[in-house]
């Protein structure tokens, strides 16, 4: 009875939160019941999801999708706009319907683990994945890579283990070439960037933490996530190939189409992350991170923002049929 719960229980989906036996079963044991406390705080994290979704993801959709279908036809500055527009996509996307399956599963009385950590603050591949869909990256870990031969061999056998774990997980979202190709990329720069790693250790460097490099090394990693996820995005390596050409600044020319909607939420993503980091920070080491260490809001302050943010998403929420992004893989 207990597993047949579990299996059927409606957020365990491969989209995520991907929440195993061990973590589930066990709450099954307690007494699940409404309470105001747990209730506040889903329902916020509720509101959140839909804030990622409504007010980014979906406004996001109509110029990434018409930038996609034609990239030939813009200029390298749209197109990259339309990429980073996608990034955005994807990310409010596939986290908002996380947070809101948290939130739901808050209410009842069951806690499902994070599954995004802010991966755009990420200074290297190997800090993304630990950033991006956490659940799944520790499945692929867990069952695909302490699989794998040799691990115990050699450092390279590691490594290697890392890079074919990362394109069986491109492999995972579909039978597409364009999956494949990008996890093979993603594998690629996980390996170089464990070597990387290895090597400065060797040398007795340890990781710097000058502002400028640490900049540099994420504007590194946010522009090979942007490139990746033009891949990702193109059905086919003939677009692959054109928005890859057009973002390279090979192909100038073309319409220039300024996308407000993009201008007016970047502060927001921004804020939002900046807002998540100082938050974190006070927290010290608490199991979640980010903006999510600021719920619940209690009391009248929490009910009243609720309803401000309610009213929020009701004016500059997306219109029309959006389905979630990663319920196609």
């Known amino acids: 009875m207990l597993f047949a719960t579990y299996v059927s229980y409606f957020p365990d989906l491969l989209a995520g939160p991907i929440v195993r036996a061990s973590v589930f079963l066990p709450q099954m044991a307690r007494t699940l019941r409404p309470a105001w406390p747990r209730a506040a705080v889903g329902v916020q994290m509720i509101l959140l999801g839909l804030t990622k979704k409504l007010v980014i993801a ?31 996509q994807i990310y409010c996307d596939f986290s908002g319907y996380s947070d809101m399956a948290i939130g739901m ?19 290297s591949p190997i800090e993304f994945w630990r950033r991006w869909h956490i659940t799944l990256t520790k499945w692929l870990r867990d069952y695909l890579y302490f699989s794998l031969p040799g691990l115990r061999k050699s450092r390279w056998s590691r490594y290697r283990n890392a890079g074919i774990t990362a ?15 990008w996890g093979a990329l993603h594998g690629l ?61 090979l192909a100038p020319g073309g319409i220039v189409w300024f996308y407000s909607p993009l201008v007016m939420v970047l502060p927001l993503v921004i804020g939002g992350h900046a807002v998540g980091i100082i938050a974190a920070r006070r927290v010290g080491s608490r199991p979640i991170t980010g903006t999510y260490v600021l719920l619940p809001l209690p009391g009248f302050a929490g009910a009243f923002l609720a309803a401000c943010w309610l009213l929020v998403l009701l004016l500059f929420g997306g219109t029309g049929a959006n389905p979630f992004i990663y319920f196609q893989f």
């Open 105 to 123: 599963s808050k209410i009842i009385g069951i806690d499902l683990p994070e599954n995004f950590n802010m991966p755009y603050l990420a200074l």
């Open 189 to 249: 720069a996980i390996m170089v960037n464990h070597l990387w790693v290895a090597r400065r250790l060797r040398r007795g460097h340890a990781p710097s933490r000058a502002l400028a490099i640490r900049a540099s090394c994420w504007l590194a990693t946010y522009i090979f996530i942007c490139v990746t996820w033009a891949l990702f995005r193109s059905q086919s390596f003939a677009m692959a190939a054109t928005v890859l050409h057009k973002m390279s600044g």
């Open 167 to 181: 394109l069986l997980g491109g492999l995972w979202h579909g039978a597409s070439w364009t999956f494949v190709c």
């Open 58 to 88: 979906d406004q996001m959709a109509p110029f990434v999708n018409a930038v996609f279908a034609d990239a030939g036809a813009y200029s390298t500055l749209t197109v990259w706009s339309a990429v980073i527009a996608y990034s955005l």
